[in-house]
């Protein structure tokens, strides 16, 4: 199924990020939360998770100017064991499987009229881009970034909707640009994968 873009703005911001000898989170503070969602991220030899929450725009709002009251923010938080040091580029993917392969997630996260879900086309302009995951010498990483591209509720850019979603972890850093198709400029390689379901 074709998803469809109508909001191709949003704002991505890192809460926290864990690096060094251990995965390490700043406090957030309290919000109120309507919806949340979690993924089981598994990989040859890795493991970990990712959990979601929709933050009521009054919340969002009140600790940080970039979410004026009448805006959604998703949090999403990740933490992974098993990874090779150094940066790996993380992102929402259009379908809800990991199963025969991790390609069959599809591409980034990114509805249209006019959405381009090609990893490395549009790059770092989809739905479903993250910041890079820093991962230690213990091969553990982790982070927590706010993010108004997508939302849990119904609607337009949905990570919920019909066929679902998936985070993937790639086994190379996030370039941040864009490349031409299959560049691997987006992180390369798929390494980890976990589909994106509703709890409660």
């Known amino acids: 199924m074709r998803k469809t873009n109508l909001y191709a703005a949003g704002v991505v911001s890192a809460v926290a990020v864990a690096a060094g000898a251990?995965?390490?989170?700043?406090?957030?503070?309290?919000q109120s939360s309507?919806?949340?969602?979690?993924?089981?991220?598994?990989?040859e030899g890795i493991s970990g998770v990712a959990e979601f929450r929709e933050i009521a725009s009054e919340s969002a709002g009140a600790t940080d100017p970039r979410y004026p009251?009448?805006?959604i923010a998703v949090e999403i938080s990740v933490r992974v064991k098993g990874l090779t040091a150094g940066a790996h580029g993380v992102h929402v993917h259009?379908?809800?499987?990991?199963?025969?392969?991790f390609t069959a997630a599809g591409g980034h996260f990114d509805p249209g009229p006019h959405g381009m879900s090609d990893p490395d086309a549009n790059h770092p302009f989809h739905m479903g881009d993250l910041p890079n995951l820093i991962v230690n010498t213990g091969g553990e990483g982790g982070f927590t970034v706010r993010t108004t591209r997508v939302t849990l509720?119904?609607?337009p850019t949905s990570i919920l909707d019909q066929d679902g979603t998936a985070i993937i972890i790639h086994g190379n850093p996030d370039q941040g640009i864009t490349g031409?198709?299959?560049?691997?400029?987006?992180?390369?390689?798929?390494?980890?994968?976990?589909?994106?379901?509703?709890?409660?």
């Not at 251990?22 to 309290?30: N, Q, R, S």
């Not at 259009?94 to 392969?101: D, H, K, L, R, S």
């Open 22 to 30: 251990g995965i390490a989170t700043a406090p957030v503070a309290a």
């Open 34 to 43: 309507t919806l949340r969602a979690r993924a089981e991220i598994v990989g």
């Open 69 to 71: 009251v009448g805006t």
């Open 94 to 101: 259009e379908i809800g499987a990991c199963e025969p392969a």
């Open 153 to 155: 509720s119904p609607g």
């Open 180 to 200: 031409e198709p299959k560049s691997g400029v987006s992180g390369g390689p798929r390494v980890a994968c976990g589909v994106v379901r509703k709890i409660g």
